[in-house]
């Protein structure tokens, strides 16, 4: 566990980046501080391992003061990524991933064989180890410098928006590839970005800061599309909150009905389409075992009965589901009473943070809001 | 001997302009021709060259090779060389110079063309410009604080070069360094390095001058 | 051509202390102890300022002064005001001269260093020495080898035009031989200097061949 304690950082031309920061970081999961440029969430990071040292207040690391370990012995423990991921040039990629390793010792035939065992847990190809980094796409490199970090299998991981310098799909797949790892792995995780939709998608926790260095709301993603805490974190958000906010309940619950004999089925139990007038029409489907009910939803969306198609892994049909059921589902999952939900967009519903915070949902992590 | 001061102000006043070949106004004028005539070649050679560098790619391997070994002599070795075709003129400086100028400029060139953005090309491109007037419109002038900040570190190394060629009898300034030398005398020889540095530290002001009001849109670059 | 078949083909050029031989060594000692100097004072110096950013005025004004500054007039003012006849003097306007280059292109090359290379190397908690030696230099290093370059032909150039205030070394050919107008002379030492200028050039592209890492050679 990382706790912050009363943490300010205040520059020497006066601007304070951090401001009185008290929060808590839990192990084994991901905590994202997310806000605008300027809201010290990089700074907080950075102030973790040492990067940057705290004006005041404390720090500390499983309750040891980060402040007592001297910087590198501190960072040697610390996994940390960076955006443009910040590989040695002059090195090859299996040494990339080494470096760790060989700081603490390790035998060269040890590092390197660790780092091998890397470069295949991030999903590249071992060939790629005798590379250099310039010979590597963006994507790629990310990808070594998460293997890089984990090199010394530490249990704390920094990382400092790693995925903004990438394409959109290709951060997208380095963001299903952290999740993945994670989920084996079970580190504990600080992530930074400005992108608010990385944050709800990787965060178990998610810190919204505001330009100042001051905690805006702490709370899982979860409660924090449904009771964001004021103005700034519900604009932030952005729109779509409702939406997005299916994301996280699972459609496990779905009442599925038997498939209507209008749906057409291959012979392996697969859909091929509604039956019409003139042919076959398009539908949608969601595995309710993996999927959310956003998808659920979707796949609702696409038919044109507004029957979504229930698969299993292998794509066969198990069932259906009517909206009339995801509304049940739906029903079931409704934000709190009181909640400002209904009132998004409507500044005027700019209150005060809801009283009780009631869990949101399946989200994960701690839900309290922490007003300021 | 030791009581020899740095300098003599009155060797000055008598040597100034006194008629003959030796006055320092003499050297000095001769100083300015022999280090800016090369410059001057050298601009007008490598521009085309350059371009033609640019155009086929295939071209700039052996030129820039060939630059690089050139610049590499020491003046002396090429003032020597050159000695043997042109004799004890003027030539036997400038040409060594000019060659020393265009190492440093075909280079200033080709990274000033490369400098352009290329989407400062392309939509020059998607306007409709035809390649000439492209060239002449677009891309000359973005390459233009390359260009001269090349220009600059030529001029003033053929400034202080030039002084070199005294040895050869043809150094402008840089006979004042003989001259005190065969004498063992400081003044002619502070005098000359004084007014090499001004010259050099003009010549760079003048050309940071003529680059504001060139490219008034860009800052000057520095160039170390 | 004539010229050229005189000189080299002249025996008495190939002994004693004035022959070609003797006159290279005298050359490359002068030209290496200078180079030498002036690399353990601009190595570091080069280093420290791209590292911490303090004093990069002092570089800029260095450069621009190396270029400005006539070498025959240094090389005289410095001999005459310390003496004539010994060696060392005439050492202090190569060293001098020599340092520039390498100062500019170290520093340039160190502060060059992607700023996000720096934070990783930290980050991963190398210490203040290890990321200067496993970082900075490599990665800085096709540029001092740079610098390290222009210095050597720039010492062995200096050393050539030092024979006017009474250095050995090849430049004596070149200097006696104007003198006396053996233009043989002149012509022979130009090309052993050219010949010599080029074999050090060949030896840094050598280096850089063998230190640089693949991974940072610059594509050129």
Known sequence: MITFEGVTKRYRDGTVAVDDLSLEVPTGAITVFVGPSGCGKTTSLRMINRMIDATSGRIALDGQDVREIDPPTLRRGIGYVIQQAGLFPHRKIVDNVATVPYLLGWSRKKARARAMELLELVGL???????????????????????????????????????SAVDPIVRASLQDELLRLQSELRKTIVFVTHDIDEAVKLGDTVAVMRVGGRLAQMAGPATLLTEPADDFVREFLGRDRGIRRLSFISAKEVRLSPAPSALVIDEDGRPLGWRTGDGLAAY??????????????DAALLSPNGIAVAVDEAGRVRGVAGRDAIDELLAEHAPPAAGPFRDAGSPRAAGSPPAGSPPGGSGAGISEGVPT | MSEEPLIRWDWIARNWANGSPTAISVLLENHVVTAFLPVLLGLIVAVPLGLACVRWRWLYQPTAALMNVTYSLPSLVLFSIFLSITGLTRSTVVIPLTFFALAILIPAVVDGLASVPDSVRQSAVAMGFRPARRLLLVELPVAVPVVLAGLRVATVSSISLVSVGALIGQGGLGNLFIDGWQRQFYTPIVVGIVLIVVLAVLADGLLVLAQRLLTPWSRARRTT | MNWLAGFFGDAGHWSGPDGIPARLLEHLEFSAAAFFVAALIAVPLGMLIGHTGRGALLVVVAANAARALPTLGLLVLVVLLAGVGTVLPVLIPLVVLAIPPILVNTYEGVRGVDADLRDAAYGMGLRGRQVLFQTLIPVALPLILLGLRLAAIQVVSTATIAAFVGLGGLGRFIIDGLATKTYADVIGGAVLVAALALAVQFVFVLLDRVAVSPGVRRVR
């Open chain 1, 125 to 163: 190809d071992a060939s790629l180890a005798s590379r250099y980094p310039f010979q590597l796409s963006g994507g790629q490199q990310q990808r070594v410098g998460v293997a890089r970090a984990l090199a010394a299998d530490p249990p704390v991981l920094l990382m400092d928006e790693p995925f």
């Open chain 1, 284 to 297: 949608g489907t969601f595995n309710p075992e993996t999927d959310s009910l956003r998808v659920a939803l």
